[in-house]
C-alpha cells in the first residue's frame, strides 16, 4: 500500500509537516484549504508557499476554493485522508427530493469529508476537532459525536478516539483536542482488530494507544449505534467518555487517564531580544490587561428581565514560565483575555508572544507562516493550526500499521 494522503481543511500544513518529519516516505496527492468569505487566503498561500500547488484528477488547480463545490471525484486517489474540521451542528432530516436520502445543515464541513470518503474510500482516516465535540450539542449530548461514527460504520469503517492534552506529550501547550482515527473494516489492519478485546484495545492494543499511552482506565460503557442518521439526529444521546472503539455500529468507552512525559516549558519556547512593539508600555492598556485577566463578578440581565452575576475565576498574569503554555486561540495577540502576556527573558519586562513563539508553541518550523501574511493572520493561522507533535506520534504508529497492508 503506498503511503499517499490527501489533507482537507489543511490550514498552513499541520498534518502534512508532521507526516513528513517521519521521512518514511509519504507523499501528499491533493489538499483542500479555502476560508470563507476572506479576500486574501492566506493559509492557502502559506500552505503553497512551503509545499506548492497540487492538480486533481483533470489537471486543474482548486486547492484554494470552497471544498463543497468540489467534483470529489477528481481528488487524487489517496490511502490516508486527514482534516481538522470545525465543531459545527451536525444534526440532519430527510433530503426533500427522497424520504431515503439526508440533508445535513448547510455549511456543515463534515459532509464534504463524507462525500470525500464516499468518492475516494480511503483505507485509513485521521480527523482533528476541539474536545466539546464528543458533548455537543448541550441539549442533546453526543449526538453529533454519534452521527460522526454511524456515517463511518455505514460506510464500513471502524473507529477508535481519543482526546489528547498535547502537553502530556511532550510539547509546549496544554491544548486539548479530539484524534479521531477511522479504518476501513476490509484492510489487513480492520480484520486483525476486529478480534480484538475492546478494553485491551483502548487500553494497550489499539492506535491511540500506542500513540498515546494511557496509565489508568476505568469502566465501559457500550451503545448500539443504529444506521438511520435521522433518527439519531432526532433522538440519539450518549455520554461519550474520553477514549473509546467503534466497529460494526457497536460502541465502547471509557475514560482513561494519560500517561504523563515530560512537556516543553513556556520558557522553552520564549525568544531572546524582543522587538519594543511587543511590550505592554501603554498604562491605560496595563490596567485593561489586569481587569481581563483579573476575577470578577459582573450583574447581568437576560433578555427576558432575568438577573444574575457572571462570574469567572483570574487567569495567571504573567503566564508562568514553569508551565506549558494554555491554549492558544485564534484571538492570540489582541487585547483579551486568553492572549498569552509573558515576563521578557531578558529584560523581565511583560509582553505579548511573538509569531515565532507562536509557532513554537504549535511546534512548526520557526517563521513558518512568514510568508508575506500580516502579523495578525500569523496569530489567526496558529490559533487555528494542530499541535504538529501529535501528528507524527500518530504517523509514527501508522507507518507500521501499513507495512502488513498489501
Known sequence: MQKTIC????????FRLGFERLNTGWNTTWFSQWEPEKKNQWAHDCYVEHFGDLPDLQGEFHTGEDISIINKDNIPDHNLLVGGFPCQDYSVAHSLNTSEGIAGKKGVLWWQIRDTIIAKNPAFCIFENVDRLLKSPAKQRGRDFGIILACLANLGYSVEWRVVNAATYGAAQRRRRTFIFAYRNDTVYGQQMSGQNA???IKTNGFMAQAFPISEMGEIAEIDLIEDLVEISDSFAFSFENAGYMTNHHVYTSKTIEREEPPILLRDILEHNVEESFYINDEDKMAKWVYLK???KIPRKTKEGHEYTFSEGPVAFPDPWDRPGR???TSESTLNRSTHVVSDLDTGRLRI???????????FDDD???????QRMRFFCMGNALVVPMITRMGSILDTIIQNEP
Open 368 to 374: 513558518w507562516t512568514n510568508t508575506g501574511m500580516p
Open 199 to 201: 478494553e485491551q484495545l
Open 327 to 329: 491554549t492558544m486561540l
Open 353 to 363: 508572544l511573538t509569531p515565532i513563539e507562536a509557532e513554537r508553541l504549535q511546534g
Open 294 to 296: 483579573g476575577a470578577k
Open 7 to 14: 489533507e482537507l481543511f489543511a490550514g498552513v500544513g499541520g
